[in-house]
Nanobody, 124 residues
Framework: VQLQASGGGLVQAGDSLRLSCAAS????????LGWFRQAPGKEREFVAS????????YYADSVKGRFIISKDNAKNTIYLQMNSLKPEDAAVYYC??????????????????WGKGTLVTVSS
């Protein structure tokens, strides 16, 4: 599976941004998908994940109520709608694939596949 994240950019605090992650090689329905992020000098951290069927989602407390993860199996793409962005949301965002959405809550180790990141910069 190859994952390609896109959609990052420079925004102001309070703005919205939507990230996309396109998958190739296998259909998205075979994997749970998720987003992680890594800010400079910090460890990579979990942001959100979605189950294979798309019915179950998980969010980090820091983004709950502001970010929405979704998937379109027909397009083999997942999305991360980010609203009310804060300067602390600035990071490189990565998409990942793994067996279950719940395991992604434990952190980035052991993910089956990673995409290249996309940079999100939030100015105050």
């Amino acid at each position: 599976v190859q994952l390609q994240a896109s959609g990052g950019g420079l925004v102001q605090a309070g703005d919205s941004l939507r990230l996309s992650c396109a998958a190739s090689g296998r259909t998205l329905s075979a994997y749970a998908l998720g987003w992680f992020r890594q800010a400079p000098g910090k460890e990579r951290e979990f942001v959100a994940s979605i189950s294979r069927g798309g019915s179950t989602t998980y969010y980090a407390d820091s983004v709950k109520g502001r970010f929405i993860i979704s998937k379109d199996n027909a397009k083999n793409t997942i999305y991360l709608q980010m609203n009310s962005l804060k300067p602390e949301d600035a990071a490189v965002y990565y998409c990942a694939a793994d067996a279950t959405a719940a395991t992604m809550l434990r952190g980035p180790r052991g993910m089956d596949y990673w995409g290249k990141g996309t940079l999100v910069t939030v100015s105050s």
